[in-house]
């Protein structure tokens, strides 16, 4: 017999058994990683934890929250420019779109662990989204969002999602980096001449620039700089911006994660000028937000070079892959990723947001679109 609890903090169930139903590399659905979110209070971002039963066992869990997306999301042409517009000036908060999302918490993959075999899964699956729905109508949201599957995930539950009112679409593929050199100068050995070439001159920007790079365990200090170090990013973006992280995200990150997160650093004169902040997980190593000082940034590459100690550290580590996330793909095609398709659900209160959705996969597939390019030589190409 299943049964569905909803919980509003993480505190309500312990480690132990929320952690029992979590699989071997998948970090940011872990306890520690969900209690160090819920106790930085980002703005409008609360979590819900699900936790399915059978007989008093944890079987499975995953977790929702509400948040809002600019209505420009949904547009483009002159209609879109005139939202954006209005929006950036005036902030307008009808030009959002409250929705209901089931995904990793600041953070991608996906959302659900399931503790029962693939024939089992449909059940609680059913549970789950008959819960979501019961959430979505006392939160007066618009759309549900279920995010950030890979297609080998959800082939066997596609037909219940379908049942459910549930329209699969493309969402932004996830950068992924397969690890098959021993050392950083074979990586360097195999990129084609070009991006050799390239790569050789931004380090020796960054050697003339006297900037060091450091790998920091410990975020606390620092932890005032880095925030306002990713605010130069994300305020110059033309991205949708999501979550406004704070301060209080990366003194919680290193208090409950310990040495399974860093920041890979660029020193100059003794200040951090940019950083990548990066998760140690089973097998990959994940990067998740970085900063830049944009004074330092184009003069001596930063952000290329803090890319290239990715793969470097990927290298010595002995991870078996770098996931470099969804957004920047150019410089992280050239490092030598795959774009690796994600995929999403979504249903909406009202019929007529359906006509977006086509748009919406097709500049998806416009902002991924670019010229075929051949990183590595023949011998390292990947088939």
């Not at 106790?39 to 809002?68: A, D, H, M, P």
């Not at 990793?104 to 549970?127: D, R, T, W, Y």
Request: proline fraction near 2%; aromatic fraction near 16%; charged fraction near 25%.
């Amino acid at each position: 017999m299943y049964k569905i609890k909803v919980i509003d903090n993480i505190n309500e169930v312990t480690k132990t058994e929320w952690d029992s139903v979590i699989a071997k590399n998948n970090l940011f659905f872990t306890y520690d990683y969900l209690k160090a979110v819920e106790k930085s209070k980002i703005q409008n971002f609360q979590l819900k934890y699900l936790l399915v039963y059978s007989n008093e066992e944890l079987i499975g869990n995953t977790c929702i929250y509400l948040t809002s997306y600019p209505l420009d999301a949904f547009l483009d042409g002159i209609v879109k420019k005139m939202f954006v517009f209005i929006r950036k000036t005036f902030n307008f908060r009808f030009l959002y779109i409250n929705t209901l999302e089931c995904g990793g918490a600041i953070s991608l993959g996906n959302p659900f662990s399931f503790n029962v075999n693939k024939n089992e899964q449909h059940h609680l699956l059913k549970l789950i989204l008959n819960q979501v729905e019961e959430i979505f109508i006392n939160c007066k949201a618009s759309l549900i969002i279920i995010r950030d599957f890979f297609e080998s995930e959800i082939e066997h539950l596609l037909l219940t999602f379908e049942k459910f009112g549930y329209i699969k679409m493309k969402s932004f593929p996830l950068a992924v980096m397969n690890i098959r050199w021993n050392s950083f100068d074979e990586y360097v050995n195999s990129l084609r001449s070009h991006y050799r070439h390239k790569l050789k001159k931004n380090i020796n920007k960054m050697r003339d620039g006297d900037i060091k790079i450091e790998v920091k365990e410990n975020l606390i200090k620092d932890a005032q700089l880095l925030l306002q170090l990713w605010l130069n990013i994300y305020n110059s973006t033309n991205e949708i911006q999501r979550e406004l992280i704070n301060r209080e995200y990366f003194i919680n990150i290193n208090k409950y994660l310990n040495k399974k997160v860093k920041i890979i650093s660029a020193i100059k004169e003794n200040d951090i000028v940019g950083f990548l902040l990066v998760f140690f997980d089973d097998y990959t190593l994940r990067f998740l937000y970085s900063g830049l000082d944009y004074k330092y940034n184009k003069k001596y590459s930063i952000y290329f070079n803090l890319l290239y100690n990715l793969v470097r550290i990927g290298i010595e580590e002995r991870a078996k892959e770098i996931d470099l996330g969804i957004s920047t793909y150019i410089p992280k095609i050239e490092l030598g990723s795959e774009l690796k398709p994600f995929y999403l659900f979504i249903k909406n209160k009202y019929s007529f947001f359906n006509r977006f959705i086509p748009r919406l996969e097709r500049e998806i597939d416009k902002s991924i679109k670019f010229k075929g390019r051949r990183i590595f030589n023949k011998i390292y190409e990947i088939y």
